[in-house]
């Protein structure tokens, strides 16, 4: 089966540093995805991972680990328009569709 | 611009009609799909389809059904099946090439309401 878990909830502070989390069971893999999705709008792309280590993209870095079944999306100096949720997705083969998991809630305070 | 594009933005529908939605790449991408979002809650997999005249049933397919006839579309009918219609639908499209990076493209999404 397919599996992908993140926390629900999360709260950070303006300017601070936030790690969101991000873990899967899924008959294969062909790369890990996280989306960044504002109330009531698409999701866009964030990052891509499909080896092991950390993608740095400006204020946005993406590590996974492929034996652990784990990634986590970080969030640095964080801003009030980063207020929204954060979904994690796996492309389980190559070709195959896409399986996202819950996603996670960030509310940035001032 | 190449992009994805959805419609109607908003759509409303009394109970037992079917309704068809919209969906429109010029992307080039072959594979397209199809999700429903309900508040709170992550994207779940309705349809999706890899190659025209292909497609394949994901986790909720119950009470849908969708078509692949062109490279560039894929409309999905909700009928009058789906128990529960009332919710936010998003399309997507992505390539099947082997990519660095084979990420999704968000539709601006549907929200239907069953009155």
């Known amino acids: 089966g397919q599996n992908i878990d993140q926390p629900t909830e999360m709260t950070a502070t303006e300017g601070a540093i936030v790690q969101i989390n991000c873990t899967y069971q899924t008959s294969g893999f062909n790369g890990l995805f996280w989306y960044q999705q504002h109330a009531g709008e698409a999701p866009t792309f964030l990052s891509y991972n499909v080896l092991d280590g950390l993608e740095e993209k400006g204020r946005f870095s993406s590590f996974l680990s492929r034996s652990k079944g784990y990634s986590y999306l970080l969030l640095k100096e964080l801003q009030m328009k980063d207020s929204a949720s954060y979904l994690c997705?796996?492309?389980?083969?190559?070709?195959?569709?896409?399986?996202f998991g819950p996603g996670t809630r960030l509310s940035v305070l001032p | 611009d190449g992009g994805i594009t959805q419609s109607p933005k908003y759509l409303f529908r009394k109970e037992g009609q079917n309704v068809t939605l919209s969906c429109e790449q010029n992307?080039?991408?072959?594979?397209m799909y199809w999700y429903r979002q309900d508040p709170g809650q992550g994207l779940r997999l309705i349809y999706y389809s890899q190659i025209v005249n292909d497609f394949q049933k994901g986790d909720i397919a119950e009470g849908y059904s969708v078509s692949r006839e062109k490279k560039e579309s894929f409309p999905l009918t909700v009928t009058s099946a789906q128990k529960n219609p009332t919710a936010f639908y998003l399309c997507?499209?992505?390539?099947?090439?082997?990519?660095?990076?084979?990420?999704?493209?968000f539709g601006p999404g549907t929200r239907l309401t069953v009155l």
């Open positions: 997705a796996v492309r389980a083969r190559y070709g195959q569709n896409f399986v």
């Open positions: 992307l080039n991408h072959d594979a």
């Open positions: 997507a499209s992505s390539h099947n090439r082997n990519r660095k990076e084979n990420e999704q493209f």
